[in-house]
């Protein structure tokens, strides 16, 4: 819906006051009319208008008809508005600047390869076991596959980017959260990359070994779950990224709650998570860490199913 149905809908102070009463949350159209004192005709009126502009959405309940608003077409108006001021140009520039560092980040390993592979031996090593001992050397040439992997990861992420923004009206909020989590990604990747540049280099041992990886693993998980829990909350509705499920896609207001509790049971996961790695030892750290995923995902599935009934009691 184009801006200007919107500021012609807001133009009108009964609609204003419509919109000002739905920020209390769903209410029925009776209840509506009662509260604002206009007759149910001028409330079909201004309504049908309201809707026209897809700043309002009706639901049915039973015999009743439920009206709340759209908060996304609100975020994109504000947006707008805030671009007359020159808000969002610098906004842009910090998404021109992550944009920088992702694309440094996704090319930096095999950079660095083609860098490192003049003074690499001919044969160096490319897997090791579970002690951390090479088990297979191969060309030094094979150094550019393993790091390629960012490129591949890279294009990925601007793939999802792209098609979210032609499917969604909140693209441009959706390819910040691909961005951090993107950069989040390719940064342990690089650094990945760089000690393992450093053993086929003879610099570093490798000094990794299957149990100190699990606590590896385990904590880069824990610290991925602490970035997605600060993402989270300022994802709008999507058809891509979020905790998405039937119940949490339902309404703009839904999903706002719904986000806000996946990111903090996520950082608290994290936390969790990152802490179990640094202070206990390899099998304990594997147990502790499953069991918190687990709860995790249990605790978000019970909130999921528990929205519908939560959103039928409030609306009897």
């Known amino acids: 819906m184009g801006i200007s149905e919107i500021l012609s809908a807001l133009s009108d102070e009964n609609r204003r006051q419509i919109l000002d009463k739905l920020k209390e949350g769903k209410i029925s159209s009776g209840d509506l009319a009662q509260s ?36 996304t077409i609100l975020d994109e108006a504000i947006m707008w508005l805030d671009s007359l001021k020159g808000r969002n140009s610098n906004e842009n520039k910090k998404n021109k600047i992550k944009m920088v560092i992702f694309i440094v980040l996704m090319f930096l390993p095999i950079a660095a390869a083609l860098a490192a592979i003049p003074f690499m031996p001919e044969t160096i090593p490319v897997h090791f076991d579970l002690n951390g001992n090479p088990d297979r050397m191969g060309s030094r040439w094979e150094t550019l596959l393993i790091t ?49 540049l450093m053993i086929t280099l003879g610099i570093q041992k490798n000094t990794f070994t299957i149990q100190s990886m699990i606590k590896v693993t ?20 999507n058809a891509f990224i979020g905790f998405r499920t039937p119940s949490t896609m ?23 998570m990152t802490a179990a790695a640094l202070i206990t030892n390899e099998n304990v750290c594997l147990i502790i860490c499953v069991g918190i995923i687990l709860i995790f995902s249990l605790v978000l599935a019970i909130y999921s199913f528990k929205i519908p009934i939560t959103e039928n009691n409030e609306s009897e």
Do not use: C
């Open 250 to 272: 339902q309404n703009d207001e839904v999903w706002k709650k719904s986000q806000r509790f996946a990111g903090i049971m996520s950082i608290i996961a994290g936390v969790l």
């Open 36 to 71: 604002l004192g206009v007759s149910p005709q001028a409330l079909s009126y201004h309504l049908a208008k309201l809707k026209k502009a897809d700043l309002i959405y009706e639901t049915k309940y039973k015999n009743f008809i439920y009206y709340e608003l759209n908060l």
């Open 218 to 237: 385990m904590g880069l998980i824990g610290i991925m779950l602490i970035v997605t829990g600060n993402i989270l909350p300022t994802i709008r509705r």
């Open 148 to 196: 390629g992997m960012s490129v591949i990861m890279g294009i990925a992420v601007l793939i999802s980017m792209k098609a979210t923004a032609k499917k969604d009206t909140s693209g441009n909020n959706s390819n910040k959260a691909f961005l951090t989590v993107g950069i989040s990604v390719l940064t342990v990747f690089n650094i990945i990359t760089a000690y393992f």
